[in-house]
């Protein structure tokens, strides 16, 4: 359990790429049908290597941003400004 655990912080929640969840089938297939060694050496490695994985994910990853706090509005900015404003960037 332990292994799976390292998989799915290595990939993180929520789980929204089907790569993602191909790579945690196919670590649970392996977890559970194989044999998980318990090498303290083995397991400090693999713990180190999944708190890099999240460090550089969390360093290097945008930050996120709210539901409906950003909006992509075509044209020049002075177009921002027009009455049309709410029916080109919103849609209203």
Do not use: D, N
């Not at 332990?2 to 790579?23: D, E, F, M, N, Q």
């Not at 400090?44 to 709210?66: H, K, N, T």
């Amino acid at each position: 359990m332990a292994a799976l655990a390292l998989a799915v912080i290595a990939v993180g929640l929520p789980i929204s790429h089907i790569g993602a969840y191909l790579l945690l089938v196919i670590a649970t297939v392996m977890i559970f049908t194989g044999e998980v060694g318990f090498r303290t050496k083995a397991w400090f490695a693999a713990g180190a290597i999944v708190l890099a994985s999240v460090a550089g994910q969390w360093l290097v990853s945008p930050p996120r941003s709210q539901k409906g706090t950003t909006s992509f509005c075509p044209g020049r900015p002075v177009a921002l400004l027009s009455a049309a404003w709410r029916r080109t960037c919103i849609g209203t």
